[in-house]
């Protein structure tokens, strides 16, 4: 492909862009006018059929709970996927055993051997300080959210930075020993698990699947809206254990094949 | 349109076409943070606080460690490639 022709197709290709564009925009309805009826009824039903003031959490894990569960299969099968293709291959440990050409290796090392400098004592204080705050505030997300903006997912992602925060502070070493990696799979299994469990508790009373049949509560109260709140809490421990998951196969890619790399010598 | 949802939006753009811009990696991750804070107040000012929380906790917690992963790689690969010119050049001398 010539200059001339590639000039001449991204021209042509602007101008079909802005006309299609221009076209879809004309018969977009105003600014602020909103046309879909759902919407509109959700607002006005949710907070008396289901007992949640944040009808946001309410639609994701009632009114269309099995959508979540997808969503959630998805993070769950896309850590899967991650930590297997970031997982140490045997060429990256094994870089120096038996190869001939060792001095290639160790003019790499000479580059290599410069290390992050440990965290001040500044920056120890304030992220191990932070530790415990982060683990209240994630737990606080998760259990309201049928309350205020947040839930499950949200507080998921926040209850994976206290580890993250650890290994700031520290190394990797003491991340590995507060997250076990038995443990961290197992929350993330039984987030799932209970997911689909509460939702085949539908199914056993004769309903429909992630029907709503706990007790719906006070309106306003942390233990309301029934199945809502446990969805919320399974769909915290599975994101939380996705994402520490996913932390650690970055981490350990980023900086143990390395460290691997200089202390096979 | 009220003038906080004008601006918040021309923030948005300006960001965005900055970090599209810029072309080194670590201050693109900069300014991509910045982009995601602007993203993320755009999200609240038109009211859905829920997807402003997501965001903020996805540009705190994952797109860094994306970001950590692909800065090591083509570290790695610059540092591969200086030590290999480095080891020729010894090698020539040798000779």
Same mark, same amino acid.
């Given at each position: 492909? /010539?200059?001339?022709?590639?000039?001449?197709?991204?021209?042509?290709?602007?101008?079909?862009?802005?006309?299609?564009?221009?076209?879809?925009?004309?018969?977009?309805?105003?600014?602020?006018?909103? !046309?879909?009826?759902? *919407?509109?009824?959700?607002?006005?039903? $949710?907070?008396?059929?289901?007992? =949640?003031?944040?009808?946001?959490? =309410?639609?994701?894990?009632?009114?269309?709970?099995?959508?979540?569960?997808?969503?959630?299969?998805?993070?769950?099968?896309?850590?899967?996927?991650?930590?297997?293709?970031?997982?140490?291959?045997?060429?990256?440990?094994?870089?120096?055993?038996?190869?001939? +050409?060792?001095?290639?290796?160790?003019?790499? +090392?000479?580059?290599?051997?410069?290390?992050?400098?440990? #965290?001040? +004592?500044?920056? !120890?204080?304030?992220?191990?300080?932070?530790?415990?705050? %982060? @683990?209240?505030?994630?737990?606080?997300?998760?259990?309201?959210?049928?309350?205020?903006?947040?839930?499950?997912?949200?507080?998921?992602?926040?209850? #994976?930075?206290?580890?993250?925060?650890?290994?700031?502070?520290?190394?990797?070493?003491?991340?590995?020993?507060?997250?076990?990696?038995?443990?961290?799979?197992?929350?993330?299994?039984?987030?799932?698990?209970?997911?689909?469990?509460?939702?085949?508790?539908?199914?056993?009373?004769?309903?429909?699947?992630?029907?709503?049949?706990?007790?719906?509560?006070?309106?306003?109260?942390? @233990?309301?809206?029934?199945?809502? #709140? %446990?969805?919320?809490?399974?769909?915290?421990?599975?994101?939380?254990?996705?994402?520490?998951?996913?932390?650690?196969?970055?981490?350990?890619?980023?900086?143990?094949?390395?460290? !691997?790399?200089?202390?096979?010598? | 349109?009220?003038?906080?949802?004008?601006?918040?939006?021309?923030?948005?753009?300006?960001? *965005?076409? $900055?970090?599209?811009?810029?072309?080194?990696?670590?201050?693109?991750?900069?300014?991509?943070?910045?982009?995601?804070?602007?993203?993320?107040?755009?999200?609240?000012?038109?009211?859905?606080? +829920?997807?402003?929380?997501?965001?903020?906790?996805?540009?705190?917690?994952?797109?860094?460690?994306?970001?950590?992963?692909?800065?090591?790689?083509? !570290?790695? /690969?610059?540092?591969?490639?200086? $030590?290999?010119?480095?080891?020729?050049?010894?090698?020539?001398?040798?000779?």
């Amino acid at each position: 492909m /010539n200059p001339r022709f590639r000039r001449y197709f991204f021209l042509i290709s602007v101008v079909a862009f802005f006309g299609v564009f221009a076209w879809g925009l004309h018969d977009l309805p105003p600014f602020g006018h909103y !046309r879909g009826p759902y *919407g509109d009824i959700l607002n006005h039903v $949710a907070v008396y059929e289901r007992h =949640a003031t944040d009808v946001v959490t =309410a639609v994701n894990f009632d009114y269309r709970g099995f959508d979540t569960l997808g969503e959630e299969s998805i993070l769950f099968m896309s850590v899967i996927g991650t930590s297997l293709l970031l997982r140490p291959q045997k060429k990256e440990t094994d870089n120096n055993d038996g190869k001939a +050409d060792n001095s290639l290796q160790r003019d790499l +090392d000479e580059s290599e051997r410069r290390r992050a400098p440990a #965290a001040s +004592d500044a920056a !120890r204080v304030l992220t191990l300080a932070l530790v415990g705050p %982060l @683990i209240v505030f994630g737990w606080y997300i998760v259990t309201h959210g049928q309350l205020t903006p947040g839930g499950g997912f949200q507080g998921g992602v926040i209850l #994976a930075t206290p580890p993250l925060l650890v290994y700031l502070a520290g190394d990797l070493k003491t991340f590995k020993r507060i997250t076990r990696q038995e443990w961290v799979e197992a929350i993330e299994g039984a987030g799932i698990f209970g997911f689909v469990l509460v939702g085949l508790l539908g199914l056993f009373v004769g309903g429909a699947f992630l029907q709503n049949l706990l007790p719906l509560g006070q309106t306003g109260s942390v @233990i309301s809206a029934g199945t809502v #709140a %446990l969805l919320n809490i399974a769909t915290g421990l599975a994101v939380s254990g996705g994402f520490v998951q996913l932390i650690y196969v970055f981490l350990e890619q980023t900086l143990e094949v390395k460290l !691997r790399v200089q202390g096979g010598k | 349109m009220q003038l906080l949802q004008m601006l918040i939006l021309c923030f948005v753009a300006i960001f *965005g076409t $900055a970090v599209v811009l810029t072309r080194d990696p670590r201050s693109q991750v900069i300014g991509l943070s910045f982009f995601g804070l602007v993203l993320a107040c755009m999200f609240f000012i038109f009211q859905a606080p +829920d997807v402003g929380l997501s965001q903020v906790v996805i540009g705190a917690v994952a797109l860094p460690l994306m970001f950590m992963l692909t800065m090591a790689r083509v !570290r790695r /690969n610059t540092e591969e490639h200086e $030590a290999r010119k480095r080891h020729e050049k010894k090698g020539k001398e040798a000779a």
